[in-house]
């Protein structure tokens, strides 16, 4: 290593343990500047496309309880709250950014009030305090849907050698989002949501369609959830509309209502988890120049209850040493319908239109913690990424249509950080049937994903992903064939004509956040590329080779709640019938997820879609 990386690091290493010291301590922001009317609006253009502030400092990644260790032990004197406004940042407290801007989003946001973030504290007053779940708790903050950033911080100037005053500081996300899904001379949707009504933790959503097509040509969707209710970490939302979109071809003509009660292992250290989840849903013939007359009717309920134990959750509380947990669980559930299209024969294997019941146990086998860092999916704020393993291991009943099999399956997850912070997940998921003396629909999906640590270029701040999976299906009988028009293939592929029992696929990307900020927004451009290489043991003109090149650009505003907006060009060059070769796509509220659940209910193996996030 030559001297001036080891002097480069060395400086790295003195920037951090100033950071750290600072945010040991209550952060303490500059008085806004008085200026006139229209000096604030001056200001505010000025700042508003200026460069990004929150990434002056050095980029680290640094697990959670680093600046908590050294407080171990000491009794929790007092717990405040601390809500910074919008001209503020958590991770540059030298930040006091006051213009016309942040002026109306504080006017017109109503802050997280101090019950609302006390009642999602692990933490107690005249107890002693233990850096790891402060950690947890911290990192649990960020998962709120109301939050953006948090900390928990010590107050030195009230603080002795033996007792703490703790902080926990938050920053919100403006509460209130347009949600916008197409604009066009035929079909407008789009409503409002509101994530913190009054500052409660309480959300309020509400959309319109209106579509030329239908009849009625106007539908709706509303739904209202509630966080943590009473302090048991319990989330209960419910949700109903006629705007769903359907389950044959996904055209927004079903009717559905949807009660869910969940609670997850917010921490390693609590004991319970589960969730309840109760529906009913059907189609309507709301498109008939579309279907002629001839639409797929269906009706449909859905009961899905889990729950779980964490075995000796608090045993090794105050164990520096991170020790393996293990966590119990059982899951039924039962989407039954009631009518089903008849284009469907009888006896025919669909998941989309067959009845399903089960009963499933798993046994969960973790020793994870995280790290913070920033620039994965984020522009900026606080983000956590997993460390350590994950496997799942499970067993049950599983009935699809007339069709009743045991079943045994495994879910594994190794996440890596090393010195340089790159970031590696390796995963494997893997299941099997036993029907009539053989084993049955044997299904495996394994791959690797790779974070390039954060490159400077120039002003820009640039990450490499790349993803490789490998999955197969041997003697299918009645899960769905393999697929590439999901995100474990290629990204703007729509057909379903290409299925198959054996898929590879490559996935990289390029992505540059750069310094300039307009309006609080943030820009990053990127350049992607797909392959997959898809092969049917039973042989199939539409086998082989499928790869996709392009790029485009997100926008982000971390202060808001609704997602990334993306524009997206992309080339295919093979296409199927029904399906182009040049596109350009536009996302609105894209969100991008990975795991940040230590576990999740027992389910069968799933080989087209990554729900729970655990595949970077």
């Not at 989330?235 to 609670?263: C, K, M, P």
């Not at 036993?434 to 120039?458: H, I, K, M, T």
């Not at 003697?475 to 729509?494: D, H, K, Y």
Request: proline share 3%; hydrophobic share 35%.
């Amino acid at each position: 290593m030559s001297p001036l990386i080891k002097h480069i690091i060395s400086i790295s290493c003195i920037v951090l343990g100033m950071y750290s010291d600072v945010c040991a301590q209550a952060p303490v922001y500059p008085k806004e500047q008085k200026r006139s009317f229209f000096g604030k609006i001056i200001y505010g253009i000025k700042t508003s496309f200026g460069r990004d502030t929150t990434g002056r400092r050095e980029q680290v990644t640094e697990t959670n309880t680093k600046t908590l260790l050294k407080y171990e032990g000491k009794y929790i004197r007092s717990i405040s709250t601390n809500q910074l406004g919008f001209e503020k940042s958590i991770s540059d407290s030298a930040s006091n950014f006051v213009y016309f801007g942040t002026k109306v989003l504080n006017a017109v946001h109503a802050k997280s009030r101090n019950a609302t973030v006390l009642r999602n504290t692990y933490l107690k007053e005249g107890t002693f305090f233990n850096p790891y779940l402060a950690a947890d708790n911290e990192r649990h903050y960020r998962t709120l849907g109301y939050i953006q950033d948090s900390r928990i911080t010590i107050d030195t100037t009230t603080s002795t050698n033996d007792s703490i005053d703790l902080i926990i500081v938050t920053k919100d996300i403006f509460a209130y989002a347009p949600i916008v899904n197409g604009l066009g001379p035929l079909r407008q949707r789009a409503g409002l949501s509101n994530v913190n009504v009054l500052g409660t933790g309480q959300k309020l959503s509400f959309v319109m369609l209106h579509d030329t097509r239908r009849n009625p040509s106007l539908g709706y969707d509303a739904g209202y959830s509630y966080n943590n209710i009473g302090g048991s970490f319990i989330d209960a939302s419910v949700s109903f509309g006629n705007i769903t979109r359907n389950i044959y071809d996904r055209r927004e003509d079903e009717q559905f209502i949807l009660l869910q009660l969940d609670r997850p292992l917010v921490s390693q250290y609590k004991r319970l988890a589960g969730g309840l989840t109760v529906g009913k849903g059907n189609s309507l013939s709301l498109f008939p120049d579309y279907y002629g007359g001839d639409y797929y009717r269906y009706n449909y309920g859905v009961l899905d209850a889990w729950g779980g134990y964490n075995i000796g959750a608090r045993k090794y509380l105050n164990d520096r040493k991170l020790h393996l947990k293990k966590f119990i669980s059982f899951r039924y559930f039962n989407y039954q319908f009631f009518e089903t299209p008849y284009q469907i024969e009888e006896n025919q294997f669909d998941q989309r239109f067959n009845s399903r019941q089960g009963a499933l146990a798993s046994l969960t086998l973790f020793r994870q913690y995280y790290y913070k860092t920033q620039y994965i999916y984020g522009f900026g704020v606080t983000e956590d990424v997993p460390s350590g393993f994950n496997v799942s291991f499970t067993a049950g009943w599983y009935k699809q249509l007339n069709l009743s099999r045991p079943y045994l399956g495994m879910d594994a997850y190794r996440y890596i950080i090393n010195s340089k912070n790159d970031i590696f997940g390796l995963f494997l998921r893997t299941g099997m049937f036993l029907g009539q003396g053989n084993l049955q629909d044997v299904s495996l999906l394994a791959g690797a994903s790779y974070f390039s640590r954060v490159a400077e270029v120039g002003n820009a701040k640039m990450r490499q992903y790349f993803r490789v999976s490998y999955g197969s299906i041997f003697n299918r009988v009645a899960l769905n064939p393999l697929r590439i028009n999901n995100t474990l293939g290629l990204r703007n592929f729509n057909s379903d004509l290409a299925t198959g029992d054996c898929r590879l696929s490559l996935r990289s990307e390029t992505f540059i956040f750069l310094e300039q900020k307009y309006f609080g927004f943030r820009l990053a451009p990127f350049v992607a590329g797909d392959i997959s290489w898809l092969s049917n043991s039973f042989g199939s003109l539409n086998n082989g080779f499928y790869y996709g090149l392009g790029g485009g650009v997100r926008v982000r505003n971390e202060n808001f709640v609704f997602g990334t907006f993306e524009l997206r060009g992309i080339v295919l060059p093979r296409k199927l019938p029904g399906d182009t070769m040049f596109k350009l796509s536009a996302a609105f509220n894209l969100r991008f997820r990975y795991n940040n659940n230590y576990v999740t209910k027992p389910d069968i193996v799933e080989l087209n879609s990554d729900v729970t996030g655990d595949i970077y």
